[in-house]
């Protein structure tokens, strides 16, 4: 959905980088959430955001920081990258006042070596 | 949120309706049916939901039996473009966390 981006596309890094994943939205929606993907696993829910102020851990956060800057915006960081962060990375947005609906963007391609 | 199955994998003739089903016996009710698809590698798509009552949209149509039990999700008119992985989640709507619990999904080719 064009209305949630993510850059980059795709990333590779060694391993105790410090990496910064960024999603921006244009739907005005208050929740922003990201998710990971590994093959066979599904998507893990990492951090969540109901606003600017609110910030919730997922199920797997450890190793793993957000920031909510303002409303359209919700960044991931690894502070020290391993290479069991290797994945897809996805961001999402719904509004509470709608449907509730979870819109994805394209997804970051992560490789830590 | 419940728990549901879908078969891990279905085939469909381009132009024919595909008709993936998913059971969800222990439903609770305030729980809607959700149905998503992620075609390979990129973000997951949203398609549908409803509570009880069967839906409609562009996309595509959600039966859900009386019961709540089990739902389909009906494609119309297939596309190769609409082979993917198609999950169905059951979940409050505006819960407190706003996880998708993603299964493994059914994997629908479309053949020519």
């Known amino acids: 959905d064009a209305d949630v981006t993510q850059t980059p596309r795709n990333r590779i890094t060694k391993t105790g980088k410090r990496i910064m994943l960024e999603c921006s939205q244009t739907?005005?929606?208050?929740?922003m959430y990201w998710y990971r993907q590994d093959p066979g696993l599904g998507l893990r829910l990492i951090y969540y955001s109901f606003d600017v102020k609110d910030i919730n851990k997922g199920e797997i956060s450890d190793g793993y920081s957000v920031s909510r800057q303002a409303q359209a915006k919700f960044s991931l960081s690894l502070e020290s990258a391993i290479p069991n962060q290797t994945a897809l990375y996805f961001c999402?947005?719904?509004?509470?006042?709608?449907?509730?609906?979870?819109?994805f963007g394209p997804g970051t391609r992560l490789t830590v070596l | 949120d419940a728990k549901t199955t879908q078969p891990p994998s279905m085939d469909c003739a381009e132009g024919r309706a595909a008709n993936l089903p998913c059971n969800h016996s222990?439903?609770?009710?305030?729980?809607?049916v959700y149905w998503y698809r992620q075609i390979h590698s990129q973000g997951p798509q949203y398609i549908i939901h409803?509570?009880?009552n069967n839906e409609t949209n562009e996309m595509a149509s959600l039966i859900i039996t009386e019961d709540r039990k089990s739902s389909t999700l009906i494609l119309p008119h297939a596309t190769l473009r609409d082979t993917a992985v198609y999950y169905c989640?059951?979940?409050?709507?505006?819960?407190?966390?706003?996880?998708?619990?993603f299964g493994q999904g059914t994997t629908l080719q479309v053949k020519p």
């Open positions: 222990t439903i609770s009710g305030n729980e809607y």
């Open positions: 989640i059951v979940r409050v709507r505006s819960s407190n966390t706003g996880k998708l619990i």
């Open positions: 999402a947005t719904s509004d509470l006042g709608g449907q509730d609906t979870q819109y």
């Open positions: 739907k005005g929606h208050d929740r």
């Open positions: 409803g509570l009880k």
